[in-house]
């Protein structure tokens, strides 16, 4: 692959169809097609046809689609973060965070298997780590916990998220089969070989329905259970022995 042109001596003439190209509008199109026909669709040459451009110029924006996947995956989180301005409660700013992620995959369900598991070292993506390390240094967390346990939160979140985004971008008929199978085929299951699915027979059906929630909240109040500081309007921690004596 080439070594990516500086700003200044990229392309600003417009394609034969009379685009003017910029990473922007290629990550734009990259995502338009992958949301089209999924993540095969994602190659210089589909890129080039949809942009009305020869495909090489694409590699004075890009070093070649690994370095266009990155770039997808920091856009991403670029929109899910816009706007995102954290207060003082710490496990509200967590908790808003990872529904941020979770809309963000949403929107993008076919680009999101391809983004999820990607370091982008792009700016988007630093910002958001600062942003999530920040909040549980400010529950009190020293740094090496805070960095740990940001990467057990934000680990989770992701893959809980990219796991929805995948559902989400089944084919209508599969996502509706797969929610009617618990509704109909685990209802008729034998009593003896599955005790425990037949106690909860009746309540099977919401296993169709996201966990996304719940699972953040479970994990925020594991974090807030250890955290060194009160959260604002939180109830007072108890103090140590140690503090006491």
């Given amino acids: 692959m080439t ?3 500086p700003q200044e001596r990229r ?3 417009p394609t034969r169809s009379g685009v003017l190209l910029s990473e922007d509008l290629i990550v ?3 995502l338009r097609l ?3 026909h999924g993540p095969e669709a994602l190659s210089v040459r589909r890129l080039g046809a949809a942009l009305g451009c020869d495909p090489t110029a694409l590699y004075r924006y890009f070093d070649g689609t690994d370095d266009l996947v990155l770039a ?3 856009r991403i989180i670029g ?3 816009a706007g995102f301005a954290p207060g003082a409660d710490w496990v509200a700013g967590l908790r808003e965070m990872a529904l941020r992620v979770r809309a963000g995959y949403l929107a993008h369900p076919r680009a999101a298997a391809l983004a999820a598991h990607r370091v982008t070292r792009r700016r988007n993506e630093i910002r958001a780590v600062d942003t999530g390390i920040g909040l549980l240094l400010s529950a009190g967390f020293p740094p090496a916990e ?3 346990l940001y990467l057990a939160f934000i680990d989770t979140v992701l893959s809980h998220a990219a796991t929805e985004a995948a559902f989400h971008a089944l084919p209508r008929q599969r996502r509706e089969a797969d929610q009617r199978a618990w509704r109909d085929a685990y209802q008729d299951l034998d009593p003896t070989a599955y005790p425990a699915l037949t106690a909860v027979r009746r309540e099977l059906p919401a296993m169709a329905d996201s966990s996304f929630e719940q699972s953040v909240d479970l994990l925020l109040q594991a974090l807030e259970a250890r955290a060194p500081l009160t959260r604002p309007g939180g109830p007072a921690r108890p103090r140590s022995a140690a503090s006491r004596d």
């Fill in 3 to 5: 070594t990516r042109i």
């Fill in 11 to 13: 392309r600003r003439r």
């Fill in 28 to 30: 734009e199109t990259a």
């Fill in 34 to 36: 992958i949301g089209e």
């Fill in 72 to 74: 997808i995956a920091d």
């Fill in 79 to 81: 929109e899910a973060m």
């Fill in 146 to 148: 805070a960095a740990r």
